[in-house]
């Protein structure tokens, strides 16, 4: 399976992610939500995990193109952004959106956006020790996270930085669209039911004509710029 996250409507991003996901011969995509925000193809985002049958949860940056109340926290940049999109976003692709779950247990794995305890309430798990309070709340052997934009592999006996078989994780695979962790590439994960093998994908992009179209969209131009540094 590949575990997709974060998306912020990032065509380039996205595209070449499913080049890698066909190139490797994967059965099934989940989607970690966020698939829109900030980026300037929500719509085609959309369109693109639908023609794929990519299944995919809510993230809050989808919530609140539903409901700008959900943006009340937001920064400018991220609220400017949610008021962009909600005015773009089809009625098909809205009632797309309204229609996904917050969690979904599939394939021997929870996939969450947030936290797996109270997803709707988007706490940030960006540690081991963050990690740790979460394990109780799900019963599978993995939960795969998104939402901090940041990738990193948190063991339950705090220890193991690898996933092995007959330990639990919860696994942030960052995010394909708009990476926060200082590396402009995409981001996203890999997992081999069978041999119990994660892979961590990170692969360059157009990241420049995924800036040129921000910009020329009348989106705020520091959505752009910060692509190339990845922060
Ligand atoms: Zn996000």
């Keep these: 399976i590949a575990i997709i996250s974060d998306i912020h409507a990032n065509l380039e991003a996205l595209e070449k992610a499913f080049e890698i996901i066909d190139y490797k011969k994967i059965d099934r995509v989940y989607c970690l939500g966020d698939i829109i925000g900030y ?13 794929r049958g990519v299944s995919s949860i809510i993230g809050n940056h989808d919530k609140a193109a539903l409901d700008l109340r959900v943006a009340a926290q937001f920064n400018r940049y991220a609220r400017a952004a949610v008021e962009w999109t909600a005015k773009q976003l089809t009625q098909a692709n ?3 959106l309204s229609n996904l779950p917050y969690t979904i247990v599939a394939d021997d794995c929870t996939f969450v956006h947030a936290t797996p305890d109270k997803p709707e309430e988007w706490n940030y798990i960006v540690s081991e020790y963050d990690a740790q309070e979460f394990f109780e709340f799900f019963t599978t052997p993995i939960c795969w996270v998104g939402h901090s934009h940041v990738s990193g592999v948190f063991c339950e006996d705090m220890k ?44 360059e ?5 995924a800036r040129k179209k921000i910009v020329e969209a009348g989106l705020p131009p520091y959505l752009g710029d910060r692509l190339l540094s990845g922060m």
């Design 39 to 51: 980026g300037a193809n929500p719509n085609e985002c959309v369109a693109a995990l639908l023609s």
């Design 94 to 96: 809205i009632e797309y």
């Design 160 to 203: 193991s930085v690898e996933v092995e078989k007959g330990k639990r994780y919860i696994v942030n695979v960052g995010s394909i669209g708009q990476p926060r962790n200082g590396d402009w590439r995409l981001s996203f994960g890999i997992f081999d039911l069978d041999e119990w093998r994660y892979e961590h994908v990170v692969s």
């Design 205 to 209: 992009y157009n990241v420049a004509l």
